[in-house]
């Protein structure tokens, strides 16, 4: 569902970047992307969205190379935003109606309401203005968006920075439903805790290449650190 | 701690990118509207020199012809025309009577591009009915001009904007405002003193952009400095105010571009909406009457006088018995023309008088409307000290009637007399002097009322601190 | 989708306090601007109408005189006030009411009504034409000077284009939403006008053709403002860069070009002065025909060759009162200096609006005014015509007058005394202003340069958000 295939993006300053991506996420895997800040994570993410064009290689989904077709490639993913913020003005509700719209799919009330429920937001909030929202209820509508989108594929920056520990957990919960639905997740994250705890796969990244790539379920906690720890240096 | 923050501060400023910008553009923007104000004063001067060398070449003629009729040659010049006759010297060799620029009018063109800064009133054309517009295309009035009046008045208080509308926003917004209320000092002795640091730095610059560009327009001598530093202090107070809102503003708590908001909202209340306001209530509460009305009243009363015309003069010369010409008194056109001329301002004058006591009226509104807006009291004093205000305009109009009452006065016994013009008689006669009139009291008391502006908005934000608190601005 | 959008932003905008206020605020002063227009123009129009009247009256009802006489007493033309005037009141503060009609003058426009104020007046009116001209455009730049930044601050925007959907397709969005409201505040006081407008007894001379291509120029002068603003708003990195260089483009294009186009107009191409003007044309008149007196060189030359022409040796002898022939043709040459000196500062102001035009493209304030102007007939080139107009009426009327003494009498007869009759058969002036059609074609370039900044302006958009 979500291929990289000897991706790279290279910046002119030589910085940055991402080196030799590859990639494979099938339906019911969440593949949790971990690096220190300017490793490649967000680049990663960003070349998927088509938001950068890379300099070689490829990068998938659901078969579509996404820099050759790249609106039709957004047919198959959701996307969270690190420090997504909506529109301060309109309500949760009206919010998961307007991005819903835009990518054509135009639910009833109570639908939209289902997808905010399955999301975890509190149903007295559906109605209130997202300016009064706090980070997580702000990341749950973004939950519901991606939810509503239903796609195959889902792409997450850092969802859980910022999150007091029943909030993350909530969001663990709604990843594994997903999951279970047969959606292909890739997350960006710098939360070992949960790449360990609802990750299927990890990869460390560093200076734009992807050190090693292993099941979430051959290490514990402790040894998932002192692994993360050994490639930083 | 002020000189801490100051060095700190003045590093980060001088670093900027932005501030660079805008000292140049200041600089510039003083640069240019110096020129201009210049090219309008040069134009006004080079106008009157050229109408008092034509006097002086009138003059010349006139005498030498006046010496080939007295040697007994002919001369081809047309009866109505001879130089000798006083009505002649009377009606066209007239002098110049003329407003000079004051020292420093290069700063703000006020009405100066309305009226004609110079007149030849002779004997004939009711003087007080004197059209003292000039002849300017009507979109340029309309425009107004890039001087430095409007460079202070419109442009710097949104540079001033421009430097301080993320003055507290920024550092909250970069996460720094929280370190600094955690260390044992007032945010708002902070605040302010950041304000401070500033009004010192853009104060400079303005200043010497100021210098700078009068000294290029060689407006910078010893009997401008008066003026000049009226004008200085009136600009800085008029900065200050400004920078006292934006201090205010930025107490709020409120993001940066919101306070950009508030801030470009005041600027058009205080620059735009305020005086619009009080222009149209001042003409709609005292409308001036229109001139279309006077035209008329002044043609019955002229006719109506021309009939009488013969009546008038016998009446006239009872009255003033020392003008009966001891020869047979020639009721030729001049003689009625005088008498009459008297007897029409006395019949016009209550139609006028209704005018100048509407247009009074609205001038004392605007002298008490003023008060609504600093940017009024600005163009107020700018328009004083530069001489190019209404009240200059009125003086000087009332200097031309007053002499052009002097000049018939002297040309009517040699009239009546018939008296011939001599050269003694040319030697003799009148010469317009302006009188200037100074208020440097209502360019000072302006500037305290500024100060008093600045004063209520500072206060104003120390008061709301106090109640509001730190959280508002944290938040 | 554009239609979604439009919707969304438009009800995120009207939420938005700040912006609910500020439309408030400019509707207030939209309607409160327009009362007081009309208050204005009808008691200008009726006191000009009482004037007009009255300056027929005094000229019938003048006593029998030599026509030579009622030549000097002359009388007066009024300029008529336009009904469009009611939203641009132009230059007419500025350009004087009343022109003098004499025998051998041509006199300026007298009284203009800003000599009348105060300095205060200078700053602008709460008229019409100041808050559609300079306010709308600041409203505009309020509602969108961030729509595109704040969407890159809330992280909405990456969203957006996770969505697929296209950035063109949300600034054509955000385009309506802004124009939208803009457009109705517009419409509203067009209507209002048109109402007023409607009520009056000589509104039949108004098409609303005129109305609305008036209300056009206004939309198409908002267009251009709202692509300025996404533009800038699109480019910026964050919202607060984008006020501030929207409001520079506002001071430039509103307030810094049009002043500087001033000064340099002025510089270059000067009027000259009225008594410098009076002087050049008094040295000229010394120089031509006299009318008063016979011994002037002219006169000798024409009285030679009418002579000739009759075949007589004396004036006696000619069918007509040489004399007032004389005085025609004196009246005809001094007529010819004028028109001479006055074609020179035609000349100086063609050049000016040389200039003036050349500034146009610093700024789409400048061809929008003068359009706003010219079709208001509030422009300074009305001004000219009207003048032109009422120098012709002056000519047929010293004409008419000088030519009635020549034919009713024999030379040398000062006793002729016209009457009433002949002053009735002098039509009242009147005057039309241009008609639509030549406005539109004189100011054929302040379209084109409107249309330009449009299409530029809009090409700039494009470009930006193909940036985003």
């Known amino acids: 569902m979500i291929e990289a295939i000897n991706l790279s993006k290279t910046y002119k300053g030589g910085t940055g970047g991402i080196r030799d991506l590859n990639l494979n996420i099938s339906g019911g895997q969440i593949f949790c992307l971990l690096g220190a800040n300017g490793a490649g994570k967000t680049t990663t993410i960003n070349v998927f969205l088509n938001f950068l064009q890379p300099t070689a290689g490829q990068a998938l989904i659901n078969g579509l190379d996404v820099s050759r077709e790249g609106l039709k490639s957004k047919n198959y993913l959701a996307y969270i935003p690190e420090n997504l913020q909506l529109y301060p003005n309109l309500s949760g509700l009206e919010n998961l109606a307007y991005f819903s719209g835009i990518a054509g799919k135009d639910y009833e009330q109570e639908q939209l309401e289902e997808f905010l429920r399955e999301a975890g937001l509190q149903a007295d909030a559906y109605s209130k203005r997202t300016q009064a929202y706090s980070k997580g209820m702000r990341q749950k509508v ?10 195959k594929a889902l792409l997450l920056d850092e969802p859980t920075s910022g999150l007091d520990p029943k909030a993350s957990n909530e969001f663990a919960e709604t990843l594994s439903q997903l999951k279970d639905k047969g959606v292909a997740i890739l997350m960006a994250t710098h939360d070992l805790f949960r790449a360990r705890e609802s990750g299927t796969h990890i990869g460390i990244m560093r200076e734009g290449r992807l050190l090693e790539t292993l099941q979430a379920g051959d290490v514990n906690h402790s040894e998932l650190e002192k692994l993360y720890l050994t490639h930083m240096n | 701690m002020f000189t801490h923050q ?9 670093r900027s990118r932005w501030i660079q910008l805008l000292s140049v553009l200041l600089l510039l923007l003083c640069l240019f509207a110096a020129y201009n104000g210049r090219q309008k ?12 060398q034509e006097v002086q070449e009138g003059d010349a003629r006139a005498l030498a012809l006046i010496d080939s009729i007295a040697d007994g040659h002919a001369v081809n010049v047309s009866s109505w025309q001879m130089p000798d006759k006083p009505a002649t010297i009377g009606n066209y060799y007239p002098r110049v009577a003329y407003m000079p620029p004051k020292p420093l009018a290069l700063f703000a063109t006020g009405q100066s591009d309305m009226f004609a800064h110079y007149v030849k009133p002779s004997m004939r054309g009711e003087a007080m009915m004197l059209d003292f517009t000039e002849m300017t295309n009507p979109v340029q009035l309309l425009f107004g001009s890039f001087d430095l009046a409007f460079v202070f008045i419109y442009l710097l208080p949104l540079i001033v904007i421009a430097f301080t509308y993320d003055l507290l926003s920024r550092e909250r917004e970069q996460g720094a405002l929280r370190l600094i209320a955690a260390q044992p000092l007032s945010v708002l002795h902070w605040l302010w003193q950041k304000t401070l640091v500033r009004i010192l730095v853009l104060g400079t610059l303005l200043s010497l952009a100021l210098l700078l560009s009068l000294a290029l327009q060689g407006a910078l001598t010893a009997d401008t400095l008066p003026d000049l530093l009226l004008y200085w202090l009136l600009s800085l107070a008029y900065m200050v105010f400004w920078f006292a809102l934006a201090f205010l503003i930025n107490l709020l708590g409120q993001s940066s571009s919101q306070n950009a908001v508030s801030m470009l909202s005041l600027w058009v209340l205080f620059v735009l909406l305020i005086p619009a306001v009080v222009a149209q209530l001042g003409n709609s509460l005292y409308p001036v009457p229109s001139r279309a009305g006077l035209v008329n009243e002044l043609r019955l009363v002229t006719a109506e006088v021309n009939e009488k015309a013969d009546d008038i003069l016998s009446n006239f010369l009872r009255d003033h018995l020392e003008l009966a010409s001891e020869e047979e ?6 003689e009625r023309y005088l008498a009459s001329q008297r007897v029409i301002q006395e019949e016009i004058r209550p139609v006028l008088n209704t005018y100048e006591a509407q247009l009074a009226q609205q001038q004392q509104w605007t002298q008490r409307g003023k008060l609504l807006s600093p940017a009024l009291l600005l163009q107020d004093s700018f328009n004083e000290l530069s001489g190019t205000s209404n009240r200059h305009y009125e003086h000087f109009r009332s200097e031309v009637v007053r002499f052009a009452e002097d000049w018939r006065a002297f040309f009517m016994p040699l009239i009546f007399k018939n008296q011939a013009v001599d050269k003694n008689v040319m030697a003799e006669l009148p010469t317009f002097t302006y009188t200037e009139t100074g208020d440097r009291l209502s360019g000072f008391s302006n500037f305290l009322v ?15 601190f106090r109640r509001q608190g730190l959280e508002s601005v944290l938040a | 989708m554009i239609f979604r959008i439009t919707l969304k932003e438009l009800k995120e905008n009207l939420r938005e306090g700040r912006i609910r206020l500020s439309l408030l605020i400019v509707l207030a002063l939209l309607l409160v601007s327009v009362f007081i227009s009309r208050g204005y123009y009808l008691s200008v129009q009726q006191q000009h109408a009482e004037a007009k009247e009255a300056a027929r009256d005094v000229w019938v009802s003048q006593d029998e005189k030599n026509p030579h006489s009622a030549a000097h007493f002359g009388t007066y033309a009024f300029k008529p006030k336009y009904p469009l005037a009611l939203i641009d009141q132009g230059v007419d503060k500025y350009a004087g009411i009343s022109i003098y009609l004499e025998a051998h003058n041509r006199n300026e426009a007298q009284y203009m009504a800003a000599a009348d104020q105060t300095a205060l007046s200078r700053f602008g009116e709460l008229t019409p034409d100041f808050i559609l001209l300079f306010i709308i455009p600041l409203l505009i730049i309020l509602i969108s000077y961030n729509a595109f930044s704040r969407e890159n601050e809330q992280g909405t925007l990456r969203l957006l284009k996770s969505q697929g959907l296209n950035m063109w397709s949300l600034a054509m969005g955000k385009w309506w939403s802004v124009f939208l409201p803009v457009m109705l505040l517009c419409c509203l006081l067009f209507g209002v006008a048109a109402i007023f407008l409607g009520s009056l007894e000589d509104f039949g001379t108004l098409a609303p053709a005129e109305l609305l291509i008036m209300l056009l120029v206004f939309l198409l002068y908002y267009a251009v403002f709202i692509n300025l603003s996404l533009l800038v708003s699109a480019l910026s990195k964050n919202s607060g860069i984008s006020l501030v260089l929207l409001l520079s483009i506002w001071i430039l294009s509103c307030l810094a070009a049009p002043k500087a186009a001033n000064n340099l107009a002025n510089g270059l191409h000067p009027y000259p002065t009225r008594m410098a003007f009076e002087a050049a044309i008094a040295e000229d008149k010394k120089n031509g025909l006299d009318g008063h007196d016979p011994w002037n060189q002219e006169a000798i030359r024409l009285e030679k060759a009418v002579l000739t022409e009759y075949g007589v040796d004396s004036l006696h002898q000619l069918p007509f009162n040489f004399d007032g022939y004389r005085m025609q043709k004196s009246e005809e040459h001094e007529a010819d200096i004028y028109f001479k000196h006055y074609a020179y500062l035609r000349e100086q102001h063609e050049r000016q609006t040389d200039i003036y035009q050349a500034t146009a493209l610093f700024s789409p304030f400048l061809p929008a005014r003068f359009l706003s102007m010219a079709i208001a007939r509030t422009d300074y080139h009305t001004h000219w015509d009207f003048a032109d107009a009422a120098e012709n009426y002056r000519i047929q009327m010293q004409a008419a007058l000088n030519n009635d ?6 030379y040398g007869d000062w006793s002729y005394k016209a009457d009433r009759k002949l002053w009735e058969s002098i039509p009242d002036f009147s005057y039309d202003p241009p008609e639509l059609g030549e406005i539109l074609q004189t100011n054929v370039l302040n379209i084109v340069i409107l249309l330009l900044w449009f299409g530029l302006s809009l090409g700039g958009l494009f470009f930006a958000t193909s940036k985003l």
Do not use: C, M, N, P
């Open chain 1, 142 to 151: 973004g939950i519901a968006i991606a939810l509503a989108k239903q796609a």
């Open chain 2, 41 to 52: 004063v040069d134009q006004r001067l080079e106008a009157i020199a050229t109408a008092q």
């Open chain 2, 329 to 334: 008194q020639q009721t030729g056109f001049w």
């Open chain 3, 405 to 410: 003494f020549a034919q009713k009498t024999s």
């Open chain 2, 450 to 464: 500024i100060l008093v502006y600045v004063l209520l908005v500072v206060a104003g934000g120390f008061v709301y």
């Open chain 2, 6 to 14: 100051l060095k700190y501060e003045l590093i980060g400023l001088l």
